[in-house]
């Protein structure tokens, strides 16, 4: 007679595509797709870009892996938390004035192809350079 652990044990295991990452035990390195909410500031000076000028990303959902991409171009920022990213922007990112596409974008974790969602391109916020 086979005790009903025993048969639990060769039940087969079924995931489904996509399933939610909150449902799927095998989702624990699944990381979720970044949210950017403002850019501080959110417009500048060509001169100060020159310089060098401090830009923090504010949203949520932030990852040491996490990158800025300004009009595209991967750029690694400083993780104050899961809710800034920072970056010096300078002339080597911004040419001169002009509208620039800023997106976060987070690579997906270690879940290999178990119905797990991870990682993801925010949507863009618009840096203004005067």
Do not use: W
């Not at 809710?83 to 300078?90: G, S």
């Amino acid at each position: 007679m086979s005790s009903p652990l025993r048969l639990l044990a060769f039940a087969p295991l079924v995931v489904l595509a996509g399933c939610s990452n909150a449902l799927n035990p095998f989702c624990g390195s699944a990381r979720p797709a970044p949210l950017i909410g403002s850019l501080s500031p959110s417009s500048v000076t060509f001169t100060s870009v020159q310089q060098g000028v401090l830009l923090k990303v504010n949203g949520n959902h932030f990852v040491s892996a996490s990158e800025i991409l300004v009009n595209g171009k991967a750029l690694g920022p400083t993780v104050v938390s899961n809710q800034q990213l920072q970056i010096t922007l300078t002339t080597g990112v911004i040419s001169g004035p002009g509208q620039y596409n800023v997106k976060v974008m987070t690579p997906s974790g270690n879940v290999g192809d178990v119905g797990c969602s991870s990682g993801g391109t925010s949507s863009g916020l618009t840096l203004t350079v005067q």
